[in-house]
């Protein structure tokens, strides 16, 4: 498709539905939007910058837009990986900055209902004052925006035991590209009416629509975790023990994570914090959670004890608040580290058959 661009007359018409501060095209904004975190990807830089406020701004938009044919790429907090973020055709880059406000905190009924520019960890902050839980969690959750996250269907450090986003995600609103404002599922868990257009609309990165409200489920809170530092001879010891864990562990971890020792060397650097064995070719983060402490105990004890037939160097246990932060604020300054100390590398987000 061959796309117009954006003229004094588009821009004109997008300062009336958003003002004069809603819409920017200095060179700083126009370079600051061209990219995300996605190693080795041109920058692209769109010819305006957009920032809405509610569902009608971008409405409007839209409608300018399909009917001018100019491309608008939608824009969360600019963390991802993938390149969804980067206006590739040039046209309207649309952030969400300004849409960050939780609209509807119900915790009866374990749902919250946000705006796309809402930063992810805001969520499980507002949760766990309730004793509850968003399981949701990307390794990017004090940055990435919780609409880049159903836009992209981030997994995070939880998806082996609860899924990627788009398990969390009961219902949405929608503008689509042009102008319909409308809704798919609700606040119920049993939501079968018509077609399931929400998985249709999670990890589409903005192709089929613009996301303007997400209601997304909670869980109760864990009660009991506990977190397992497990550092190998080996690279090849640390990933074969993984099988072996999920077959072995009489319990679902919640999350099995793999550091290498060069991403272990990078988050030290940056933090100026250690780990045990820093030595070690790798290191495994496995955790476990229960309903009681007697289970959890039993649980992380053999699970020690398989791993330790495995080949580990040593299994170190955190079952508290402040031991087990320790080890996840380490494992997520990795993509930090590497950013900081590697003026040449390739970060990506993967993942990998067992």
Not at 135 to 157: H, L, R
Not at 299 to 316: H, P, Q, R, T
Request: hydrophobic residues 40%; aromatic residues 6%; glycine residues 8%.
């Amino acid at each position: 498709m061959k796309y117009s661009k954006v003229t004094k007359e588009v821009i004109e018409k997008l300062k009336e539905i958003l003002g004069e501060g809603g819409v920017r095209i200095d060179r700083d904004y126009l370079e600051r939007y061209s990219k995300d975190e996605t190693a080795e990807l041109e920058p692209l830089e769109p010819e305006v910058v957009v920032f809405p406020k509610t569902p009608e701004e971008i409405s409007k938009i839209l409608k300018l837009a399909n009917e001018m044919k100019i491309p608008v790429t939608p824009r969360g907090a600019g963390t991802g990986l993938s390149g969804g973020a980067v206006p590739a055709h040039g046209g309207i880059l649309m952030s969400f900055e300004r849409m960050n406000r939780i609209l509807e905190f119900d915790p009866e009924n374990m749902v919250v209902v946000v705006e796309p520019g809402v930063i992810t960890d805001e969520i499980q902050k507002l949760a766990e004052q309730h004793g509850l839980y968003y399981a949701g969690d990307p390794a990017s959750s004090e940055s990435s925006s919780i609409g880049g996250n159903v836009a992209e269907n981030a997994g995070g450090t939880r998806v082996l035991k609860y899924g990627p986003t788009g398990y969390h995600v009961l219902g949405v609103e929608v503008v689509t590209p042009t102008g319909e404002i409308v809704s798919f599922g609700g606040k119920m868990v049993k939501n079968v009416m018509g077609y399931d257009m929400i998985r249709l609309l999670v990890g589409s990165e903005g192709t089929l629509g613009i996301i303007t409200k997400i209601i997304l489920r909670l869980i109760p809170k864990p009660k009991y975790l506990a977190t397992l530092l497990v550092p190998f001879k080996s690279v090849d010891e640390a990933i074969l023990s993984v099988p072996k864990v999920l077959s072995e562990a009489g319990t679902l971890p919640s999350s099995i994570e793999f550091m290498d020792k060069k991403s272990v060397q990078m988050a030290y650097r940056f933090l100026n914090e250690s780990i045990p064995n820093m030595e070690a070719d790798a290191h495994l983060i496995i955790e476990i959670e229960s309903a009681d402490k007697e289970s959890l105990s039993k649980a992380y004890f053999n699970l020690g004890d398989s791993l330790m037939k495995m080949g580990a160097i040593e299994v170190y246990v955190a079952d508290n608040r402040h031991q087990r932060m320790k080890i996840w604020k380490f494992r997520k300054a990795i993509p930090e580290g590497i950013i900081a100390f590697r003026p040449v590398h390739c970060m990506e987000d993967v993942s990998v058959p067992i």
